[in-house]
Every structure is written in C-alpha cells, then in structure tokens.
C-alpha cells in the first residue's frame, strides 16, 4: 500500500492542496483496506487519502490504540496510547472529513510524531515545491 503523501499536514489548505493533487491524479488514494501487514508501515509522515464511495470504506482502521479525538480546527486529533497505563507516546493522527460540492466525501488521514515536526523533517503541501502547479477549487469544498 503506497502512503498518498509524505509529510505533515498543517492547515486545512495543506489538505485541499493534496485532495486536489488526488482528483488530478498526481497523488494515488487508498483503493481498499490496509492488511494487517500494511498497518504495520505506517510511519511518521504518512498520509493517506480515500474516497468514500469508491472504496467502501466508512472508517479507517489501523489496529493502534488511540486516545479520545480533540478537535483542532477543522480536524480530529488522536494520540497513540502506549503501554498498560496507556501513556501518551508514539505517534499523533490527524483527521479530516468532509464531503465535496458534488457529494462525494473524502477522508484524509496523517500520521506524525512530534519531533519529527519540530525537527522540521515532513514538509507539509504548502511549502512542497512539487505542489506549485495544484489549482484548489475552494468552491469544491464548502464544509470548509
């Protein structure tokens, strides 16, 4: 299973930016469910992006432990819990739904460590010269 994007998704244009690189083609979405070996790659950086009705899929499942969401902006936030006393460690999920002009509902999902963003290693869509040419259509998008 190829991750849709490599980076850190900081803003809700970061994902409109990878959405639209989606719809263009210059990105691939998830086309199904993770097998548990593929569950075991996610790694800090991976993004991943699906189509709701073309895949089937409602939710994502990743078989990690996770805290309750916060919301953060347009997005869900969920922290890995690690361990017995299911302490905070590990990596952080970055969550994000909405549904399209023409009805469609997209998913975006990112997963991230702290260091890795402060270290400054996952360049995020806006600052990824590969993403200078995507057009976003706001209008396409009006949950945000």
Not at 37 to 54: H, K, L, N, P
Not at 91 to 96: D, Q, R
Request: charged share 30%.
């Amino acid at each position: 299973m190829t991750e849709t994007y490599h980076g850190f998704i900081d803003t809700a244009y970061d994902a409109l930016l990878v959405f639209e690189a989606c719809n263009s083609g210059l990105l691939p979405k998830v086309q199904r469910r993770f097998s548990d070996r593929e569950r075991q790659t996610i790694r800090s950086g991976a993004v991943y992006v699906w189509d709701e009705e073309e895949t089937g899929m409602r939710r994502w499942t990743d078989g990690r432990t996770w805290s309750p969401s916060r919301v953060h902006g347009c997005f869900l936030i969920y922290y890995e819990l690690e361990g017995r006393r299911h302490q905070f460690q590990g990596l952080i999920k970055k969550a994000l739904s909405l549904c399209t002009d023409d009805k469609r509902k997209l998913h975006l999902v990112c997963y991230y460590s702290r260091e890795d963003v402060e270290s400054g290693c996952l360049v995020s869509p806006t600052n990824d010269s590969r993403f200078n040419g995507v057009q976003v259509y706001e209008e396409r998008y009006p949950e945000i």
